[in-house]
């Protein structure tokens, strides 16, 4: 249960906040124990059932998380307390779930808990990285810049996989409008012309006798498809989520002939931009590659990380450990290589971030420009046949009038 409160520390300064408890007596024990004087305390206000149904379903945007780092880091550097960058932070947020979260991490700041400690309590919107990066910066005294470095690495990874999805959204649009068409020519116009024919006698070709087939199946067993469909899109969708799935996934994911491709470059743009995050901000090289293998995204590259985290804990240097994967490209082997017999592998890192999501942008490009040709070629062929299966008879009847 949630419970607002007004306490006071021992130095008379005033602390206001919710807490969440089993009863108010815990609640009180629970801030007695921050050594706060208790001025009052009272449920907090319940949501009515609806909102609480729609506040389950929300969620933190990246682009949240994105503005949220920039206003924190613009905070800390005009010398803005932590405690009072929060409680300010907390109280304009618009999404309900991140203001939430924000007064929770302010309640824990208030008890003395570090930053990222109180963040790593959100998994569900601050990540590894991003907990890892603000202990970075908490212990190295240079929170604004961490901050910085997460709003911008966020922007890029936010840009690339927009304008992935941004690519699907017109092909995916075509393709349900299609289906949409076809079903419904299939269950209310194809069952009309059957009649027709079958009561003129008409000989039909062998495409219309196969539409006409394909429309009575739809007729007589489409309450079964439907069900069929659902059960398999459940069984699918808890085949993928599982941990089986997800490896057969990210296989499928990098041997898919031009796909498996640009999802290479898009996982090892991740990995680059993480890395040189990571170690710019001084983690470690051993936590940061775990942390990276967390947040790629692909089981694939996350037990390559992780077997590299063996090697570099054996002695071996990061290049030498990268190399024993046949999907770390020479490339990538050879700056990292030369990153750290330079000293300059942040460097080299970023640079490798940069060539490869320009890949990535190009070749999403080129797949764009693919698609809609295709998408026409291949819708016109499929209405042109539908039409033909549907009018030819047609015109056989009138002509034959």
Do not use: C
């Amino acid at each position: 249960m949630l419970f607002k409160y007004k306490a006071t520390t021992r130095d008379g300064e005033e602390r206001v906040g919710t807490i969440d408890a089993f009863g108010v007596d815990v609640a009180i024990g629970a801030l007695q124990k921050r050594d706060l004087i208790i001025v009052s305390i009272q449920p907090a206000d319940v949501l009515p059932f609806y909102q609480q149904v729609f506040a389950s379903f929300q969620s933190v945007k990246t682009k949240d998380v994105v503005i949220l780092s920039r206003q924190l880091a613009t905070l800390f550097e005009a010398k803005v307390s932590v405690l009072d960058t929060f409680k300010l932070l907390s109280s304009e947020t618009e999404n309900a779930l991140l203001r939430k979260s924000l007064s929770e991490i302010t309640d824990d700041i208030q008890s003395g808990v570090p930053i990222s400690t109180a963040m790593s309590k959100h998994p569900a919107i601050f990540s590894t990285f991003f907990v890892s990066l603000v202990r970075s910066g908490e212990e190295s005294g240079k929170l604004p810049e961490s901050f910085n470095y997460l709003a911008d690495y966020l922007d890029r990874q936010f840009a690339i996989v927009s304008k992935a999805k941004s690519a699907l959204i017109y092909p995916a649009f075509i393709v349900v409008s299609f289906l949409v068409v076809m079903v419904l020519m299939l269950v209310l116009v194809i069952p009309r012309l059957a009649e027709i024919l079958t009561e003129t006698g008409q000989q039909v070709p062998l495409y219309t006798t196969f539409v006409i087939g394909l429309s009575a199946f739809f007729v007589n067993y489409g309450i079964f498809i439907v069900v069929a469909l659902l059960i398999g899109a459940i069984v699918l969708w808890r085949f993928i989520i599982s941990d089986e799935g997800k490896k057969v996934i990210s296989e499928l994911q990098l041997r898919t002939p031009y796909i498996g491709t640009l999802y290479k470059r898009f996982y090892l743009s991740r990995i680059a931009d993480n890395m040189d995050t990571l170690i710019t901000s001084g983690v470690s090289m051993i936590r940061s590659l775990e942390i990276t293998g967390d947040v790629v995204g692909s089981d694939v590259y996350k037990k390559i990380l992780l077997d590299a985290v063996t090697s570099v804990k054996g002695g071996s240097p990061l290049s030498l450990a990268l190399a024993e994967s046949k999907d770390i490209p020479q490339i990538m082997v050879q700056m990292t290589k030369i990153g750290e017999e330079t000293g300059n592998l942040g460097f080299v890192l970023k640079t490798m971030a940069t060539f490869y999501k320009r890949e990535v942008d190009n070749a999403v490009d080129t797949l764009v420009a693919l698609i809609e040709p295709v998408m026409i070629v291949f819708l016109g062929v499929a209405v042109g046949l539908l039409l033909v299966s549907v009018l030819g008879p047609i015109y056989n009847i009138t002509t034959g009038i």
